[in-house]
């Protein structure tokens, strides 16, 4: 994993940030938008990214730390190309979304909130997103597919393994 950090960390991006940072520098409330925009250029906001916020901003670690923790648009670590959003909501459960889950884990091998080796594939278990009808429902980035089972997710992986 810090392989896949330290990849993003390039000075280009923190000049990009810098430049984002100086566009709010002084204004009221500017460390949401700064992160925001971290979090778009890095693919992340991993702990040397909230260091040169809160160096940039002289706002405590800990403030930084707090924001990216607890909301869900912010992630530590770099997500994959492929973020597959297994729904893991009522409908979904009780039609068997956790065999899904698993499947899909056997087959890029990473482990629930994790990104595989290769940077390729990040594994999320969702809570509902509303296509319960659908149900058990998986997302792959902007992709849906619903109604499956087990046997369906070796085809639709394939198509993102190549």
Do not use: W
């Amino acid at each position: 994993m810090e392989e896949l950090v330290s990849k993003v960390l390039t000075e280009e991006n923190f000049q990009q940030l810098d430049q984002q940072i100086e566009k709010v520098k002084g204004t009221k409330g500017p460390l949401m938008p700064v992160l925001t925009q971290a979090q778009k250029i890095f693919g992340c906001v991993p702990y040397e990214v909230q260091k040169h916020v809160s160096d940039a901003l002289k706002v405590p670690m800990s403030d930084i730390y707090g924001v990216v923790t607890f909301y869900s648009q912010f992630s530590l670590v770099p997500k994959g190309e492929f973020v597959i959003g297994v729904c893991m909501g009522t409908a979904c459960y009780v039609k068997n979304s956790q065999p899904i889950l698993d499947k899909i884990s056997e087959i890029i091998d990473t482990k629930t909130g994790e990104t595989s080796e290769d940077g390729r594939f990040t594994l999320e278990a969702t809570r509902c997103i509303g296509a319960c009808g659908l149900a058990p429902v998986i997302t792959i980035n902007e992709d849906v597919y619903g109604k499956l089972e087990v046997k369906d997710i070796p085809g639709i992986m394939e198509k993102y393994q190549k």
